[in-house]
């Protein structure tokens, strides 16, 4: 007999990192895999990506799930915020 709980993403991100709070940045956030969890456990986040329809999709679920998040429509190589942020992740 085996038990799997679901736990949360923002939870296991904050557990791996060990970071309760602070300014998160997510760097091609696509429809916001991560950044909508983090902000859902407590980050001030951040999530940059050039697609504008996977901005939408994430800003979408973002607004269904209450998640407050900064949207930016820009290409991640070019984005620049000296010392602003305590988590930075990037997924592919």
């Known amino acids: 007999f085996a038990l799997f709980v679901q736990i949360p993403l923002g939870h296991k991100i ?3 990192t060990g970071l309760a709070t602070g300014a998160a940045l ?3 956030c696509g429809p916001g895999r991560y950044a909508i969890p983090l902000a859902q456990a407590g980050f001030d986040v951040t ?3 050039l697609t504008g329809f996977l901005l939408d999709k994430a800003r979408e679920r973002a607004a269904r799930e209450g998640a ?3 949207w930016i429509q820009q290409d991640m190589r070019e984005f620049a915020r ?3 942020f305590d988590l930075v992740l ?3």
């Open 68 to 70: 407050r998040v900064q």
């Open 82 to 84: 000296t010392a602003a």
């Open 90 to 92: 990037h997924h592919r």
């Open 47 to 49: 999530a940059v990506d």
């Open 14 to 16: 904050v557990a791996l």
């Open 26 to 28: 997510d760097l091609a």
